[in-house]
């Protein structure tokens, strides 16, 4: 027997989560079982935590602080012959339930078109090798519909699908299904109209299960509106200076083969600010603020079925060219799904682009565990008042969502000012 | 031979078997010297003394209870709901003690609880009602409505010596009005198993309980008209007679669902999902209900005959899906 | 002969006089059962529960272990218990095995239950123990029944039948009391009344003084004892059984006492008042024996030590077994929902 995962108990049947508040032994140290180990703190009640077995206590996996959810493994007691006690043997673990084979899915049987019938009618035309369209007009159900009589008659009279030469050809798997019917009017026979019912068009439409990159995302969105006290600041930048700039770069950066667009600009001003605003920059860790000293910033990437967010690694110390080269190229990698695990690790602090599709503005959800997010919105020419007259200008809305706990509103439009008289002033 | 009722079935097996099984004794509202409200126990306290026809105060969870205490101890108590409406009352025993005890602990508690239940008697919303899918979900239980004396007789016999708890309900409509030639050799029921009371083959009518006769008057109206109903007698609800619920299906292919219980969550809803499940492909119409609305059972007699499912709504959806 | 040392002041009269005390055997068996209940319920509340061994909830007797212990030491193997769930003494005393509970506790294929249930709701007809569900009370017209089954085949039998002061409201209470007192069964109803069901004070389940009190509107006797005195819980327990099994009928006892812990092991209880903690404390029924017996010389200096080491090393070895004992295959969730053969 070696080692004995200590873990966080559940502390009342609607118990989920708890807080471990104070270690009373270190990693190292040497523990008896049943020996108060550690506290925690739940939201029915505080205990102290027997050890569930003798040794050492060789690795301690969560800090004094963190919350973690039942059943997790807090520390490793490893076996030492010279420590006392009884030898623990680990619990033998629930049995799990067996994985329930999955059938192979079904050839979807063709249906041939415009033939009412029933779903018994259906299979006595599939076992005797009839085509329902031989028997279409023939039926004499309600609204013209192939009985199971009029099939059986059909098929007495020597009506099968050898006999009659009417051999239904194998019905090819019809293609997934659009999820809204076809604008186009039918160009088959028209069926009497059905009533409308209201009812039916209140009811829910298709049910499709959400794809593992939506649920991904649904869970760190939700995740994220409870960890964080969001805030967004909104602020109006003149891009004039940045355009010219980019014009008077293009033909270079296109030498270089580097397309050029206005995102590396944002990105490296952002890199800039984040320097002065280290708190922008960091994240949280219980109670405790942890300054990142890499500046990785997240730039999100619309892609099929949702959203990623690969991450540019030391944007601080990135000419704007080596910055567009490598902003394009995880961009591509993205869209292509050729992202590396690395590439979306690691950020602290992300920039999204949602203006690109018009958008004014956004008030977006911050990436965790960081602690801010800039949102780039559409450029415009705008009237602006400037020294009392006005003048047509290319501006943009930034906006900064930011975490409350962490970050004040001074400092976030410090922030924010920073950028934009990076961006105002900006010199090709 | 004589002819015997329904209710006098009842009162037979459980004489007979009372006879020859001492484990066996009643205990209930009235049902010592009054013998009954029904009269089911109607002369079984001079037969067998006031300790195997035990009268009780008016306390339905007390009845269950001291039912399942003395079940554990090895006897075969019949405890007597003097309404099935008040099985309500006894609720909390029969879901939570009773059914569960197996399964926790291993101790098989061989009750039976008999209910008097079903409208038609113009007793208003307490003493009609049809209670039965309250039991149907709870696994553990077993469920039967026999419909016929031959079955009343059988059924509550196999009740009695069934290792688990049984919940007989009795159709207070059949009582009197039911009665036929019962054979005098000892015989049951087995649990569980259905029966075709007449055989058809366009549609069939899958019911229970007093609704039988409903389908039955239907069906011989209908024959006039060249329309050959089907009708299968469930007899339990649970366990219920799957092979014999798809066989009929698969032989008609068009089926109806009919009983007295209100719509939703009745046990045609069950029904239907197990034939669409299991028999879809043999369906040549749509699955219909016939079943009372979603109201309590109403007093006045207009009331009451318009929540009852009748005869006219047998045959009006046999004629359209025999249509369709 | 008294062990009302302390006159909890919710013990009217206060002392007792016991016509004639138990053997030692039968005090000496009182004293490990009492220790026991209580070393049982520490290790599975206070560390097996605390260290994600047990599973579910957690519901302890502390304080009140005279009460099962004193009312079933002498019962007869073919007399019936039903418990409820502070009643942990009377499993022991039953007979049911150490391990038998730990796994219980734990969930595994070997406890009482097999996994189907949880914590406290063991049961064995072959002990004639019979466990109560979750619905308090619900035990009550069944012990009525079991007491019935004695009656009409005319046995030598006594049930016991446990519940708490919260069970009292339940209509089932009244029900099951009422018909055994009609029907003048042999049953014993013990009511542990610790004063507190879950959150909820005593005076917010009745608007009487005493659980007892209710007895006079069944026609039955009702007797108020000192809970946390295994010896008048013994002595009132020993006259109810004998008239139960004279015919005379069932009698209610209330046993005072205090719940010395939460509802459950989560609950920190701290809607008592500490000074009830502290005032109940004091009139531990463990100690208060202990001392007894060792004034009497009925136990040597070093007996107590001795037992305690006893029931560890018993505890120590049942938990060894029970942590390596199987969980329950997952296709057992399908057996045994009806009879199988």
Same mark, same amino acid.
Request: hydrophobic share 40%; net charge negative.
């Given at each position: 027997?070696?080692?004995?995962?200590?873990?966080?108990?559940?502390?009342?049947?609607?118990?989920?989560?708890?807080?471990?508040?104070?270690?009373?032994?270190?990693?190292?140290?040497?523990?008896?079982?049943?020996?108060?180990?550690?506290?925690?703190?739940?939201?029915?009640?505080?205990?102290?935590?027997?050890?569930?077995?003798?040794?050492?206590?060789?690795?301690?996996?969560?800090?004094?602080?963190?919350?973690?959810?039942?059943?997790?493994?807090?520390?490793?007691?490893?076996?030492?012959?010279?420590?006392?006690?009884?030898?623990?043997?680990?619990?033998?673990?629930?049995?799990?339930?067996?994985?329930?084979?999955?059938?192979?899915?079904?050839?979807?049987?063709?249906?041939?078109?415009?033939?009412?019938?029933?779903?018994?009618?259906?299979?006595?035309?599939?076992?005797?090798?009839?085509?329902?369209?031989?028997?279409?007009?023939?039926?004499?159900?309600?609204?013209? $519909? +192939?009985? !199971?009589?009029?099939?059986? /008659?059909?098929? &007495?009279?020597?009506?099968? =699908?050898? @006999?009659?030469?009417?051999?239904?050809?194998?019905?090819?798997?019809?293609?997934?299904?659009?999820?809204?019917?076809?604008?186009?009017?039918?160009?088959?026979?028209?069926?009497?109209?059905?009533?409308?019912?209201?009812?039916?068009?209140?009811?829910?439409?298709?049910?499709?299960?959400?794809?593992?990159?939506?649920?991904?995302?649904?869970?760190?969105?939700?995740?994220?509106?409870?960890?964080?006290?969001?805030?967004?600041?909104?602020?109006?930048?003149?891009?004039? $200076? +940045?355009? !010219?700039?980019?014009?008077? /770069?293009?033909? &270079?950066?296109?030498?270089? =083969?580097? @397309?050029?667009?206005?995102?590396?600009?944002?990105?490296?001003?952002?890199?800039?600010?984040?320097?002065?605003?280290?708190?922008?920059?960091?994240?949280?860790?219980?109670?405790?603020?942890?300054?990142?000293?890499?500046?990785?910033?997240?730039?999100?990437?619309?892609?099929?079925?949702?959203?990623?967010?690969?991450?540019?690694?030391?944007?601080?110390?990135?000419?704007?060219?080596?910055?567009?080269?490598?902003?394009?190229?995880?961009?591509?990698?993205?869209?292509?799904?050729?992202?590396?695990?690395?590439?979306?690790?690691?950020?602290?602090?992300?920039?999204?682009?949602?203006?690109?599709?018009?958008?004014?503005?956004?008030?977006?959800?911050?990436?965790?565990?960081?602690?801010?997010?800039?949102?780039?919105?559409?450029?415009?020419?705008?009237?602006?008042?400037?020294?009392?007259?006005?003048?047509?200008?290319?501006?943009?809305?930034?906006?900064?969502?930011?975490?409350?706990?962490?970050?004040?509103?001074?400092?976030?439009?410090?922030?924010?000012?920073?950028?934009?008289?990076?961006?105002?002033?900006?010199?090709? | 031979?004589?002819?015997?009722?329904?209710?006098?079935?009842?009162?037979?097996?459980?004489?007979?078997?009372?006879?020859?099984?001492?484990?066996?004794?009643?205990?209930?509202?009235?049902?010592?010297?009054?013998?009954?409200?029904?009269?089911?126990?109607?002369?079984?306290?001079?037969?067998?003394?006031?300790?195997?026809?035990?009268?009780?105060?008016?306390?339905?969870?007390?009845?269950?209870?001291?039912?399942?205490?003395?079940?554990?101890?090895?006897?075969?108590?019949?405890?007597?709901?003097?309404?099935?409406?008040?099985?309500?009352?006894?609720?909390?025993?029969?879901?939570?003690?009773?059914?569960?005890?197996?399964?926790?602990?291993?101790?098989?508690?061989?009750?039976?609880?008999?209910?008097?239940?079903?409208?038609?008697?113009?007793?208003?919303?307490?003493?009609?009602?049809?209670?039965?899918?309250?039991?149907?979900?709870?696994?553990?239980?077993?469920?039967?409505?026999?419909?016929?004396?031959?079955?009343?007789?059988?059924?509550?016999?196999?009740?009695?010596?069934?290792?688990?708890?049984?919940?007989?309900?009795?159709?207070?409509?059949?009582?009197?009005?039911?009665?036929?030639?019962?054979?005098?050799?000892?015989?049951?029921?087995?649990?569980?198993?259905?029966?075709?009371?007449?055989?058809?083959?366009?549609?069939?009518?899958?019911?229970?309980?007093?609704?039988?006769?409903?389908?039955?008057?239907?069906?011989?109206?209908?024959?006039?008209?060249?329309?050959?109903?089907?009708?299968?007698?469930?007899?339990?609800?649970?366990?219920?007679?799957?092979?014999?619920?798809?066989?009929?299906?698969?032989?008609?292919?068009?089926?109806?669902?009919?009983?007295?219980?209100?719509?939703?969550?009745?046990?045609?809803?069950?029904?239907?999902?197990?034939?669409?499940?299991?028999?879809?492909?043999?369906?040549?119409?749509?699955?219909?209900?016939?079943?009372?609305?979603?109201?309590?059972?109403?007093?006045?007699?207009?009331?009451?005959?318009?929540?009852?499912?009748?005869?006219?709504?047998?045959?009006?959806?046999?004629?359209?899906?025999?249509?369709? | 002969?008294?062990?009302?040392?302390?006159?909890?002041?919710?013990?009217?009269?206060?002392?007792?006089?016991?016509?004639?005390?138990?053997?030692?055997?039968?005090?000496?068996?009182?004293?490990?059962?009492?220790?026991?209940?209580?070393?049982?319920?520490?290790?599975?509340?206070?560390?097996?529960?605390?260290?994600?061994?047990?599973?579910?909830?957690?519901?302890?007797?502390?304080?009140?272990?005279?009460?099962?212990?004193?009312?079933?030491?002498?019962?007869?193997?073919?007399?019936?218990?039903?418990?409820?769930?502070?009643?942990?003494?009377?499993?022991?005393?039953?007979?049911?095995?150490?391990?038998?509970?730990?796994?219980?506790?734990?969930?595994?294929?070997?406890?009482?239950?097999?996994?189907?249930?949880?914590?406290?709701?063991?049961?064995?007809?072959?002990?004639?123990?019979?466990?109560?569900?979750?619905?308090?009370?619900?035990?009550?017209?069944?012990?009525?029944?079991?007491?019935?089954?004695?009656?009409?085949?005319?046995?030598?039998?006594?049930?016991?039948?446990?519940?708490?002061?919260?069970?009292?409201?339940?209509?089932?209470?009244?029900?099951?009391?009422?018909?055994?007192?009609?029907?003048?069964?042999?049953?014993?109803?013990?009511?542990?009344?610790?004063?507190?069901?879950?959150?909820?004070?005593?005076?917010?389940?009745?608007?009487?003084?005493?659980?007892?009190?209710?007895?006079?509107?069944?026609?039955?006797?009702?007797?108020?004892?000192?809970?946390?005195?295994?010896?008048?819980?013994?002595?009132?327990?020993?006259?109810?059984?004998?008239?139960?099994?004279?015919?005379?009928?069932?009698?209610?006892?209330?046993?005072?006492?205090?719940?010395?812990?939460?509802?459950?092991?989560?609950?920190?209880?701290?809607?008592?008042?500490?000074?009830?903690?502290?005032?109940?404390?004091?009139?531990?029924?463990?100690?208060?024996?202990?001392?007894?017996?060792?004034?009497?010389?009925?136990?040597?200096?070093?007996?107590?030590?001795?037992?305690?080491?006893?029931?560890?090393?018993?505890?120590?070895?049942?938990?060894?077994?029970?942590?390596?004992?199987?969980?329950?295959?997952?296709?057992?969730?399908?057996?045994?929902?009806?009879?199988?053969?």
């Amino acid at each position: 027997m070696a080692e004995t995962k200590v873990i966080m108990p559940q502390m009342g049947e609607s118990i989920f989560e708890g807080t471990l508040t104070k270690w009373l032994k270190k990693k190292g140290d040497r523990v008896q079982r049943d020996e108060p180990l550690f506290e925690i703190s739940t939201d029915k009640v505080d205990s102290e935590i027997p050890s569930p077995a003798s040794g050492v206590l060789q690795d301690v996996l969560v800090t004094e602080g963190q919350t973690v959810q039942i059943n997790t493994v807090v520390a490793v007691i490893g076996d030492e012959s010279a420590a006392s006690g009884p030898s623990e043997t680990a619990a033998p673990s629930p049995p799990q339930k067996a994985e329930t084979t999955v059938e192979p899915a079904r050839t979807r049987e063709g249906r041939e078109p415009d033939v009412r019938s029933s779903p018994l009618v259906r299979r006595i035309a599939r076992e005797h090798g009839v085509t329902l369209v031989a028997l279409s007009g023939k039926g004499t159900g309600i609204g013209g $519909r +192939i009985t !199971k009589r009029d099939i059986l /008659s059909h098929i &007495e009279q020597g009506g099968t =699908g050898a @006999k009659t030469g009417i051999i239904a050809p194998p019905a090819p798997i019809p293609p997934a299904r659009p999820a809204a019917p076809p604008a186009q009017p039918s160009l088959q026979p028209l069926q009497p109209l059905q009533p409308l019912q209201p009812a039916a068009s209140t009811g829910e439409g298709e049910r499709v299960p959400m794809t593992a990159i939506r649920k991904s995302i649904a869970e760190h969105m939700v995740h994220s509106r409870r960890t964080s006290a969001h805030v967004t600041t909104f602020f109006e930048v003149d891009c004039s $200076r +940045i355009l !010219k700039a980019r014009e008077q /770069s293009r033909p &270079e950066f296109e030498r270089a =083969g580097v @397309k050029l667009t206005v995102t590396p600009y944002f990105v490296q001003a952002a890199a800039s600010a984040l320097k002065r605003f280290p708190m922008l920059n960091s994240s949280l860790d219980g109670d405790t603020i942890v300054y990142k000293r890499a500046i990785n910033i997240g730039i999100a990437v619309n892609i099929e079925g949702g959203l990623i967010v690969p991450v540019l690694k030391n944007a601080g110390g990135k000419s704007l060219l080596e910055m567009a080269r490598a902003i394009n190229d995880l961009g591509d990698r993205a869209r292509n799904k050729k992202l590396a695990p690395d590439d979306v690790k690691d950020g602290t602090f992300t920039i999204t682009n949602p203006g690109q599709y018009g958008g004014l503005t956004g008030t977006p959800i911050i990436n965790q565990p960081q602690v801010a997010i800039m949102s780039l919105g559409g450029i415009k020419k705008r009237a602006v008042v400037i020294d009392d007259a006005i003048a047509i200008r290319s501006m943009i809305i930034l906006s900064l969502s930011f975490d409350h706990r962490v970050i004040d509103g001074a400092m976030a439009d410090q922030f924010m000012a920073d950028i934009q008289k990076q961006l105002e002033i900006w010199q090709a | 031979m004589a002819l015997t009722t329904y209710v006098e079935a009842i009162r037979q097996g459980i004489w007979e078997e009372m006879e020859k099984d001492e484990r066996v004794f009643v205990l209930g509202e009235d049902v010592g010297i009054y013998g009954g409200a029904f009269k089911v126990t109607a002369g079984m306290l001079e037969r067998f003394g006031e300790w195997r026809i035990i009268d009780t105060p008016i306390s339905e969870s007390a009845i269950v209870g001291a039912a399942i205490g003395a079940a554990l101890m090895g006897m075969r108590p019949i405890a007597e709901m003097q309404f099935a409406d008040f099985i309500s009352c006894a609720f909390d025993q029969i879901t939570n003690f009773a059914a569960k005890s197996r399964y926790r602990w291993g101790a098989g508690v061989p009750i039976v609880v008999r209910a008097p239940s079903g409208g038609g008697v113009h007793g208003g919303p307490f003493h009609s009602q049809n209670p039965e899918m309250y039991y149907v979900h709870t696994p553990g239980l077993k469920v039967v409505c026999p419909s016929t004396a031959y079955d009343a007789k059988g059924l509550i016999k196999a009740a009695i010596r069934d290792p688990d708890p049984v919940i007989y309900f009795e159709h207070k409509f059949l009582y009197r009005r039911i009665k036929e030639e019962l054979p005098a050799d000892d015989f049951v029921v087995p649990i569980g198993k259905a029966a075709i009371r007449r055989h058809g083959t366009d549609i069939s009518v899958i019911t229970y309980g007093a609704m039988v006769y409903t389908a039955l008057d239907a069906a011989r109206q209908l024959e006039k008209e060249g329309i050959d109903l089907e009708v299968l007698d469930l007899r339990s609800l649970l366990p219920f007679d799957r092979e014999a619920v798809l066989d009929t299906v698969k032989k008609t292919n068009k089926v109806i669902l009919l009983h007295e219980d209100t719509r939703i969550g009745g046990f045609a809803g069950e029904l239907a999902s197990v034939i669409s499940e299991e028999a879809f492909e043999y369906l040549d119409g749509p699955i219909r209900r016939i079943t009372a609305p979603d109201t309590p059972v109403p007093y006045s007699p207009p009331l009451e005959e318009f929540f009852l499912p009748k005869v006219s709504d047998v045959i009006r959806v046999a004629r359209e899906l025999y249509a369709y | 002969m008294n062990v009302n040392d302390v006159k909890p002041h919710a013990v009217p009269g206060g002392t007792i006089q016991l016509t004639a005390p138990p053997p030692e055997k039968t005090l000496h068996g009182m004293l490990y059962y009492m220790k026991l209940t209580r070393e049982l319920e520490f290790r599975i509340e206070r560390k097996l529960y605390r260290q994600g061994k047990i599973v579910g909830g957690v519901y302890v007797g502390r304080g009140q272990e005279a009460i099962a212990v004193g009312a079933c030491i002498d019962m007869r193997h073919e007399d019936v218990v039903c418990p409820s769930h502070r009643d942990m003494g009377a499993f022991l005393i039953r007979g049911m095995s150490l391990r038998t509970i730990f796994a219980q506790y734990m969930a595994r294929k070997t406890g009482a239950t097999r996994g189907k249930d949880g914590n406290m709701h063991m049961g064995d007809l072959n002990l004639n123990l019979v466990p109560f569900v979750s619905m308090l009370a619900d035990n009550i017209p069944v012990a009525a029944g079991i007491g019935l089954s004695f009656k009409i085949r005319g046995q030598d039998r006594v049930a016991l039948c446990f519940f708490g002061d919260g069970a009292t409201s339940r209509g089932d209470f009244h029900e099951g009391v009422n018909m055994a007192a009609v029907l003048k069964v042999p049953v014993v109803f013990i009511c542990n009344n610790n004063q507190y069901a879950y959150s909820t004070p005593l005076e917010r389940q009745m608007a009487v003084a005493n659980v007892a009190d209710r007895a006079e509107a069944y026609g039955i006797p009702g007797e108020i004892v000192d809970g946390n005195d295994v010896l008048a819980v013994w002595d009132a327990a020993a006259r109810a059984v004998e008239r139960a099994r004279g015919g005379h009928g069932p009698t209610l006892i209330e046993c005072k006492t205090f719940r010395m812990t939460g509802h459950s092991a989560h609950d920190d209880a701290g809607y008592v008042p500490r000074e009830l903690f502290e005032l109940w404390e004091e009139r531990d029924p463990i100690k208060r024996f202990e001392r007894y017996l060792t004034e009497r010389g009925v136990i040597a200096p070093g007996g107590i030590e001795e037992i305690d080491k006893r029931i560890n090393r018993e505890i120590d070895e049942a938990i060894q077994i029970a942590e390596k004992d199987p969980f329950p295959d997952p296709d057992d969730t399908l057996k045994d929902v009806y009879y199988e053969g």
